[in-house]
């Protein structure tokens, strides 16, 4: 069936630092694609999302490119902020429903 | 707009009790998705609700039930509690059409059984 992996963390950095958080996904069709930020107890909020190989999807700052040829949706952010902490989760949808890898948990430091 | 609203936010049930979570889409969308979260893990996938129908279904036991009320609501029931069923237990809403693949999420219900 369709999956998702992503880098597990915890990753800490320092404000300002550059962010790459790696989303690789196996899935049968053409899923779009996802990124979505979990803020300590609270439920999931889309970030940004691409539909079709080579889109860019971007917001706040970050983005994420759909490359069809390695099968992987890595999340970027040139300078993070402390108010950046949170649970990112990558996340494919083929259908109507989401298929979501593990999370990884970001803590940025002043 | 409210978004997406989910009742209660937490609860706490013993071990062999019923609960029954409760949904209320976004505005204008017409299905509802139900995902239980384990600490620490990402989102999995229970059921999905269409026109009061359940359309698909994760890997859930039948203990894990639902359903879709006219005006787009929906319930989650889970039966016969375990500890292991000790969870964030998120709702999404979302809209059946061509190119429309986003979904809004809740802040989801807090349940832990004991």
Redesign the interface.
Known sequence: GDS?TQMEGPVTLSEEAFLTINCTYTATGYP?LFW?VQYPG?????LL?A?KADDKGSNKGFEATYRKETTSFHLEKGSVQVSDSAVY?C?L?A?????????TRLSVLP | DAG?TQSPTHLIKTRGQQVTLRCSPKSGHD?V?W?QQAL??????IF?Y?EEEE??R?NFPDRFSGHQFPNYSSELNVNALLLGDSALY?C?S?L?GP?N????????TRLTVV
Not at chain 1, 95 to 103: A, D, E, K, Y
Not at chain 2, 40 to 45: D, E, K
């Open positions: 998702v779009s979505y609270e439920g999931l909020q889309l999302k539909t989760f996340a949808s259908g109507q429903n989401f298929v979501f890898g593990p999370g | 997406v299905t998705s995902y620490g893990q990402g989102p999995q996938f999905q269409y359309r698909q994760g998120l999404a979302s059946v190119g693949t986003e979904a809004f999420f809740g802040q989801g």
